[in-house]
């Protein structure tokens, strides 16, 4: 059956970078494509970006660029969000998530989620 | 950027009840590209309706979505106990993807 398994909770200070992981099964990473969603402690979803599954191309929200990288190693079925520069308001669970079909970005199946927390 | 206004912001109904949740786009959703998700407290998103009223794998059909344009409607008609979570919209029609600020659907 098909699961994302992400990397545990993370608490990183101003300027810092966070990396965080997300393992597949059930199905390859060179099949779906896959996306990050973040959610800030009681708001609401934003998306951050995309990475293909044919050529590891990769398309970011306006605000996120300069600061995000996502990238796959298909090798071992994991997918990659790294951050940069972070500030307090990064404080969120992050989310991946596994694009339904290529060219409508919907997700069907999620990871557990990452909070990561930029403090002080 | 396509924004989504959902309404109500909290949905005060009781198991049984039929509840009504109401999603409105700043512009027209191309291909009525709109879904709807559920999340429950410490849990991920569900995907629970996509292409405005198809419903995903497994989903039960008291769901059921409609609309068209800038006004999309996610009805439930009978509420079940596990029905209570945050309901979110979001548009895929025109990137990037957007959501709605949530509906909370909570037990009266």
């Known amino acids: 059956q098909v699961q994302l398994v992400q990397s545990g909770a993370e608490v990183k200070k101003p300027g810092a970078s966070v990396k965080v992981s997300c393992k597949a099964s059930g199905y390859t990473l060179t099949s779906h494509g896959t996306s990050w969603v973040r959610q800030a402690p009681g708001q609401g979803l934003e998306w951050m970006g995309w990475i293909s599954p044919y050529n590891g191309d990769t398309h970011y929200a306006r605000d996120l660029q300069g600061r995000v990288t996502m990238t796959t190693d298909t090798s071992t079925g994991t997918a990659y969000l790294e951050l940069r520069s972070l500030r307090s308001d990064d404080t969120a669970v992050y989310y991946c998530?596994?694009?339904?079909?290529?060219?409508?970005?919907?997700?069907?199946?999620w990871g557990q989620g990452t909070l990561v927390t930029v403090s002080s | 950027d396509i924004v989504l206004t959902q309404s109500p912001g909290t949905l005060s109904l009781s198991p049984g009840e039929r509840a009504t949740l109401s999603c409105r786009a700043s512009q027209s959703v191309s291909s009525n590209y709109l879904a709807w998700y559920q999340q429950k407290p410490g849990q991920a998103p569900r995907l629970l309706i996509s292409?405005?009223?198809s419903r995903a794998t497994g989903i039960p059909d008291r769901f059921s979505g409609s609309g068209s344009g800038t006004d999309f409607i996610l009805t439930i008609s009978r509420l079940e106990p596990e029905d209570f979570a945050v309901y979110y919209c979001?548009?895929?029609?025109?990137?990037?993807?957007?959501f709605g600020q949530g509906t909370k659907l909570e037990i009266k």
């Open positions: 979001q548009q895929y029609g025109r990137s990037p993807p957007t």
């Open positions: 292409g405005a009223s």
């Open positions: 998530a596994r694009i339904m079909q290529w060219g409508q970005e919907i997700w069907d199946y």
